[in-house]
């Protein structure tokens, strides 16, 4: 049976930050609030919770997971980015955008492309994610909540947690933050490629 908490989504309990951000040191499968949609979440390189992840959602192994960082300072180690690449990025974070880049060796295997080695690295603008990003201290591994069959993620933590008690540990009740997309783009070529248009504005890199 999940948790449920309800964190106020402009000025987060600092109570409830530490709580969820313990859940997740100790290998918990979360949903939490972004500033498109709910995602689920777990400790960076937890295998573990990453395979309930891949069970939940019926993910192959080619499946790019997004790494959830503070700052572009964090971005970094995950990420290699050029000097062109970090002035897109710096104008570009926080929001919604999700961006491919390669990956270090900072990044474990199983979240990465295995044939690519690239990753998903976002900066989220939504004060419920940042606090628990900056709680636990390191980035969060995350996945869309779209289940098996469905086009869209789902978007009501009373229903979420209906569905899915038995499958995470906490679902973070922030509030309505929507059902939409981020906008992805490839940034492993010298010439960034959209490859999906979310909720981003991304006449920048078109």
Not at 111 to 119: A, F, S
Not at 139 to 161: F, N, T
């Amino acid at each position: 049976m999940s948790q449920f908490f309800q964190i106020h989504p402009e000025n987060p309990q600092t109570r409830l930050i530490k709580q969820a951000a313990e859940i997740i040191r100790n290998g918990g499968l979360v949903v939490i609030p972004t500033d498109c949609a709910y995602a689920l979440a777990c400790r960076l390189g937890d295998k573990k919770a990453t395979e309930r992840v891949q069970r939940l959602r019926q993910l192959g192994p080619k499946h790019n997971f997004t790494l959830l960082c503070r700052d572009l300072s964090e971005l970094s180690n995950f990420a290699k980015v050029d000097n062109t690449q970090y002035r897109l990025l710096k104008a570009h974070t926080p929001g919604a955008f999700t961006f491919i880049l390669e990956g270090t060796r900072e990044v474990p295997r199983l979240l990465m492309n295995p044939k690519k080695r690239t990753i998903g690295i976002r900066v989220p603008d939504n004060a419920i994610a940042m606090a628990l990003l900056e709680e636990t201290g390191e980035p969060l591994m995350s996945s869309s909540l779209i289940l098996p069959g469905e086009d869209i993620p789902l978007s009501d933590p009373y229903e979420i947690r209906e569905r899915l008690q038995h499958e995470l540990d906490l679902v973070v009740d922030g509030g309505h933050c929507g059902f939409d997309a981020t906008t992805v783009i490839d940034m492993t070529d010298e010439v960034p490629v959209v490859l999906r248009q979310g909720v981003g504005d991304a006449s920048a890199f078109v």
